[in-house]
């Protein structure tokens, strides 16, 4: 079939190869759009090395899936330290891996350069995600060309592949959409198949996969569905080839000559010159994993279990075989002693490559069948999907499994497994909102173990107490209980509760106002990464970086978050990346970054919905973000957050809903419906000694006109103001970088003071609040309000004016600067500038990106 329509594609893939630098090429479309096709072809042309690697519809998806199959084709470093990746642990191993990979990307032959084939990207693991961003970021600095097949239509905003591909370099990505083919395109395949070509293009919408099924289709008229045009091809064939059509149908992607075995040559043969299948290396495949799915799916119940169980048992003694495939056959043969058998392995390769989320999915496949085991093993397999659960983000499910495996554990009668699992139930009570219960549970798994001979169980049951108080803000206990840990942990040699302890009582320290607690902070850090405990070493960093917020130590609290950032998502850590993201949310509302603030607290809230107050800030900053923009919402989050702050009474959850619910009460010209919450958090605030928690309450306290007492205890911008120093107030907000703030400020000062906050409000958005200063200032009797911007403008949720909606809205259909130039009859360079306030505006990194936030947002059509 001829490759019509998609010269420009091929080009451009010719250029990224040939330039200086590295690129990443986004090959786009539905299923069937020909996305394989295209980089087929470009491979066979390219004169560059080539590395393919696919990722697979499985069950669960391999971890490193393509990495297996590059390092098939490469062999050497690669293949080796895959291979000792499953025995090596997690950070250690899959750097080893990753590093490698870069050197055969980055060190080709002489004269060639090296392309590597990542298919059907929108199925990857977490693992392969990870490797995609390592990748991203090195390719600045190295000549190679990444080419990513994926679904668009797949990639969602709440799709994991979606937040990796908004994270690569900007620079460096060209996004390939591969649309449908032309009436005039479909007419001329047809004419050169020898068919009529009417009603073609209406029956395949342009699908160049549906196209070419169709025209290789036997007999007159065009079958109405994909179903019906495969199995009209299938009819035509011999009983013994439709028999190898059905098994290479439930083998994912492809099916080697060794699971064929049995069947006649001459079968296999037959389906290759029908054109059901097509070689695939030395394997077979459908064309498509849409013709594959209809062959499957025509399938009886019976057959389907009876063909997984004969490739199971193919499959199965061979060593070189991921251990994922054979779950996902054992799953569908229905065999629970082989999905017994296998899954705990494949889970365990999964966390060792990072991959933390496959690795859960692949005990909840086994965990159905595990009524029958000893409770020894149900305990031991309900604590190992825990832990994977936890790291991946899903708290709840890991509570629900703890909690079982604690009653298992307790009818064997053994302290120190039932002292370990009551002190899993106490952080994930306190992960899924239930302060008071974590701190129950903790103080009786200390009594447990306090009653069998010391060991690594207790000291990790008092780090954990000391980790409780901490997050209650009680530090001088949490210190306490931390040295006790440590001590313990020292004499036992126990380096994970010392490294999970020091980031107990450097956490205390700095959240008390003491710097040296930083210092504490790295170490643990350090320690944690050095014995690669990768959930204690993030915790570090996320204190690190979520009390900077706290405490508006601005510019480190950036750095830190994007740090804290980089090592959780490549880690797979879900629940901690979505926590930052909140944080990030705050500190960007502060700063003036409105658009990156409304992307981070989306992003935060996309996804496995995640109990507890990890979410509280994200839900904080979205809904200060809507009520100051007089922004309709679906839903509210600051009603959402005030009921898990109210759960967990801890500080840093019931400060920020207090001053947000404050906010929104003043809006809404009722700030006394403010007071009793405000007081009762403003005294918790005064009681830890949070300088700046306690200003921002009075704050408001003293904005609605309640009395406060003692200022000295408030953070300076905060008393300044309180105290009538409006001007050295408003000036220590700039030297902070802090615009929204400052206009609060300025907007109690007098007449040029208050325009200077009309005027960043009305900069920033801010729609809602400046009406109210506005009514204010007229109640102030100022004679002269500035009046604030054109309504549409003000009305753009993003800030958008009339002409950089009308850019999107063609950006968001595919078109080029030029092309959206001749459009709006503008100059090419005139729509440059708008496309790039327009992704600033956006705070995303490519066209891609904006057109995806554009449909999702409303501002245009969805595809």
Known sequence: MELLERTDELATLDRLLASPGGAIALVAGEAGAGKSTVVGAFAATAGARVLWGSCDPLLTPRALGPVHDIARQ????????????????????????????????????????????????????????????????????????????????????????????????????????????????????????????????????????????????????????????????????????????????????????????GHPPAAVQECLDRGVLVPAGNAVAFRHELLGRAVRES????????????????????????????????????????????????????????????????YTVALPHAAGLPATRRAELLEAYATAAYLAGLAAQALDARQAALALREAEGDPLRIGENLRWVSRLCWWTGDSAAARTTGTRAVQVLEAAPPGRQLAMAYSNMSQLLMLADDNGRAIDWGDRARELARRLGDVETEAHALVNVGSARLQSGDVAGIIELERGHTLAVAHHLDDHAARALVNLATMSVEWHRIGRAAEALDRALRFTETRDLDGYARHLLGHRSRLRLTTGDWAGARADAERALTGTVQPGG?????????????????????????????????????????????????????????PERAVPELRRAHRLALDAGQPWYAGELAYWLWRVGEP????????????????????????????????????????????????????????????????????????????????????????????????????????????????????????????????????????????????????????????
Request: with cysteine; hydrophobic share 45%; charged share 25%.
């Open 74 to 261: 490469v062999g050497g470093v690669l293949a080796e330290r895959l291979s000792a990746l499953h025995t090596a642990t997690e950070a250690e191993g899959r750097d080893a891996v990753f590093d490698a990979l870069l050197g055969e990307l980055t060190n080709p032959r002489p004269g060639h350069r090296t392309v590597m084939v990542v298919e059907d990207a929108h199925w990857a693991d977490g693992a392969t995600l990870d490797l995609i961003a390592y990748l991203g970021r090195r390719l600045t600095r190295h000549p190679a060309l990444l080419v990513l097949t994926l679904r668009d239509d797949e990639v969602r905003a709440d799709h994991p592949l979606h937040a990796v591909l908004a994270g690569l370099p900007r620079p460096l990505v060209r996004r390939l959409p591969l649309p449908a083919l032309s009436t005039d395109a479909v007419a001329r395949l047809a004419r050169r198949a020898g068919r009529d070509p009417d009603g073609l293009y209406q029956a395949t919408g342009g699908n160049p996969l549906l196209v070419t099924e169709v025209l290789a289709a036997t007999g007159p008229g065009v079958p109405p569905t994909v179903r019906d045009l495969v199995l009209a091809r299938l009819a035509a064939l011999s009983p013994p080839a439709r028999e190898v059509a059905a098994l290479v149908s439930v083998v994912p992607s492809r099916a080697e000559p060794y699971l064929l075995d």
């Open 614 to 670: 990890s979410l509280v800030p994200a839900l904080v900053a979205l809904g200060r973000l809507h009520a100051r923009r007089g922004e309709p919402s679906t839903e509210d989050h600051l009603d959402r957050a005030a009921r898990w702050a109210t759960q967990s009474r801890e500080l840093q959850f019931v400060v920020p809903v207090a001053a947000a619910l404050a906010e929104r009460h003043w809006l809404a010209g009722e």
């Open 299 to 362: 399938l009886s119940p019976v057959h389907r279990v009876a063909l997984h169980a004969a490739v199971l048992a193919r499959l199965t003694p061979r060593p070189d075989v991921d251990a994922a495939r054979l779950v996902h056959h054992a799953h569908h043969a229905d065999d629970p002693a082989a999905v017994l058998h296998w899954a705990p392995v494949a889970a365990q390769r999964a966390s060792r490559a990072g991959a933390h989320r496959q690795a859960a999915d692949h």
């Open 708 to 863: 406060l007492g003692d200022t000295d205890a408030l953070a300076s911008p905060y008393r300044r103001l309180i105290e009538g120093d409006w001007a050295g107030a408003a000036e220590e907000w700039h030297q902070l970088g802090c615009p929204y703030p400052r206009a609060e400020t300025l907007a109690c000062g007098d007449g040029p003071a208050a325009a200077e906050a009309l005027r960043i409000l009305d900069g920033l958005g801010a729609v809602a609040v400046a009406r109210r200063i506005r009514a204010e200032l007229r109640g102030r009797g100022m004679a002269r309000v500035p009046r604030g911007p054109r309504p549409r403008t003000a009305g753009d949720p993003a800030g958008l004016t009339a002409r950089q909606r009308e850019v999107l809205a063609l950006l968001a259909e595919g078109l080029s600067n030029a092309e959206i130039a001749a459009r709006l009859s503008l100059s090419v360079r005139t729509v440059g500038h708008h496309v790039s306030a327009v992704l600033d505006k956006l705070a995303v990194p490519s066209r891609g990106q904006a057109a995806a936030t554009a449909r999702r947002q409303g501002l245009a059509p969805p595809t």
